[in-house]
C-alpha cells in the first residue's frame, strides 16, 4: 500500500508532495556507444551555439539537441530514431540511492537496437552469488542503457566489501559496437580494483542517550579478527533508528563508518547515534478520502495532533490498510514538514488508488 520505488530507479523511499519542476536540466545519453559522454558533449557544444551542460526541459531546446545527434549518426552512415525522456516529477523530491545519477533529460536510439552481447566480468577471488551472476547475464541479449552502469557497480562493489575489500573500486566499459543486421552489438567490460582485504581490530557501538550502557554486542555478525565486512552490525542499526523514530527523534543520525588502517588492513568499527531534535506532530492533514474513509485512517494512525511524532506509525499504517475493507485500493503518499526550530511537525497523507501511473513525458 505505501507508495515505494524501486531502488533501479535510483529512488528509495515513499513519494512527498510534488515540488516546482526545474527550469533546467543535466541532459544524458543512455546508448551512444560510438562516442564517450564527455566525446558527445564536445560535439554537441561545437554545433549548437550557447549550448551548457544543462538545457531547459522544453520541446524546442530538445528538439535543438535531438536533431544534431540525428545528423552525428547519420554521418556514421546510420539512420536513427531518437526518443527523448524527461524525469518524473518525483525524482526532485526523494534522496537518491548513493551512487544514482541526478535526474536528466535522457536521449535514446529506439532504432537501430543498440544490445548488450555478453557481460564479461573480472577475475576476481570472490565467488559470486547466484543473484548477482543472475543479474549479470540477464543483462545479455538485452538494449544497453549506460544509466544502469551504477546499479552494476553498486551490487559488485556491495558484494565485495562484504568479502573484507573495503577499499574495491568496480568500473564498467563497453566494447566497440559491432553490427549484425539491423542492431548494433557490445559487451560490457567489468574491471575491478580490490586493493586490500580488510580485518576486523575492534567493534564497539554505542546506542545514545535512549540506549545508553546498554550491551548491544548481540546484534554483532561479525567479530575481532574476522574478515571485515559492509555490515557487520546486522540490524542494530535499524533497531536503534526505530527505536529513536517511535520516540519523536526522527531526525536521528546513525554512524557506523570505519576507520581503516590500510598499512595493516585493519578496520575499527564503532557505531554512534546522533539523536537530533525531539519532535512532536502540530498538524495532521488527509486530502482526498470521504469522511468514513478519513476518520478509519485516523483511528489507524494511532497519532494524534500534539503527540511525539513516530515516523515508524506511517509503515505500520501503510500495513495495517491493507487488510481494511474500507481503503481497499487505496495508497498514500506522506510529506513530513519539520519546523526544527519549534520541534514540530506538519504532516499530510495524499491519498490515491493505486495503480495510477507516474507522470513520465516522453517525446
Given amino acids: 500500500m505505501f507508495a ?24 544524458s545519453f543512455s546508448n551512444f556507444v560510438w562516442w564517450s559522454d564527455d566525446e558527445l558533449r564536445t560535439a554537441l557544444k561545437r554545433r549548437i551555439p550557447g549550448l551548457q ?9 530538445e528538439q535543438k539537441v535531438r536533431r544534431v545527434l540525428i545528423a552525428l549518426l547519420a554521418e556514421k552512415g546510420i539512420r536513427a530514431d531518437i526518443q527523448i525522456q524527461d524525469p ?10 548513493p551512487g544514482a545519477p541526478a535526474p536528466s533529460i535522457s536521449f535514446k536510439i529506439t532504432s537501430p537496437q543498440v544490445l548488450v552481447n555478453e557481460v564479461i566480468p573480472p577475475l576476481i577471488p570472490v565467488d559470486l552469488p547466484e543473484t548477482l551472476q543472475h543479474s549479470l547475464h540477464n543483462r545479455e541479449k538485452r538494449e544497453y542503457a549506460s544509466g544502469t552502469h551504477w546499479l ?23 566494447s566497440p559496437p559491432v553490427r549484425e543486421a539491423n542492431t548494433y552489438n557490445v559487451d560490457l567490460l567489468i574491471s575491478v580494483h580490490l586493493g586490500p582485504q580488510y580485518h576486523i581490530a575492534e567493534i564497539t557501538a554505542d546506542g545514545g542517550p535512549l540506549l545508553q550502557g546498554r550491551d548491544l554486542s548481540s546484534f554483532y555478525t561479525r567479530k575481532v579478527g574476522d574478515t571485515a565486512g559492509s555490515n557487520p552490525f546486522g540490524r542494530l542499526a535499524g533497531e536503534i533508528r526505530a527505536v529513536y523514530w517511535q520516540t519523536g527523534y526522527s531526525d536521528v543520525e546513525i554512524n557506523a563508518s570505519p576507520v581503516l588502517d590500510r598499512a ?11 539523536p537530533g531534535v525531539l519532535y512532536h506532530l502540530r498538524t495532521l492533514a488527509i486530502r482526498n478520502l470521504t469522511p468514513d474513509q478519513e476518520s478509519r485512517v485516523r483511528e489507524l494512525l494511532d497519532m494524534h495532533v500534539g503527540d511525539v511524532f513516530d515516523e515508524s506509525a506511517l509503515s505500520k499504517l501503510s500495513t495495517k490498510l491493507e487488510t ?5 485500493g487505496l495508497s498514500f503518499t506522506f510529506s513530513p514538514r519539520k519546523d526544527r526550530q519549534d520541534a514540530t511537525v506538519d504532516l499530510t497523507l495524499d491519498f490515491f488508488k493505486t495503480g495510477t501511473p507516474a507522470s513520465v513525458s516522453v517525446r
Avoid at 324 to 328: P, R, Y
Wanted: charge should be negative.
Fill in 4 to 27: 515505494l520505488l524501486l531502488s533501479a530507479t535510483g529512488y528509495s523511499q515513499a513519494m512527498p508532495s510534488q515540488t516546482a519542476y526545474p527550469k533546467l536540466l543535466p541532459y
Fill in 53 to 61: 551542460d544543462e538545457i531547459a526541459p522544453t520541446l524546442s531546446e
Fill in 88 to 97: 518524473p516529477q518525483y525524482a526532485f523530491t526523494l534522496p537518491r540511492v
Fill in 152 to 174: 552494476l557497480q553498486s551490487e559488485m562493489e556491495n558484494e565485495l566489501q562484504g568479502h573484507g575489500y573495503l577499499d574495491a573500486n568496480v568500473t564498467v566499459e563497453h
Fill in 264 to 274: 595493516s588492513a585493519n578496520a575499527a568499527y564503532h557505531l554512534t547515534v546522533n
Fill in 324 to 328: 481494511d475493507s474500507l481503503m481497499k
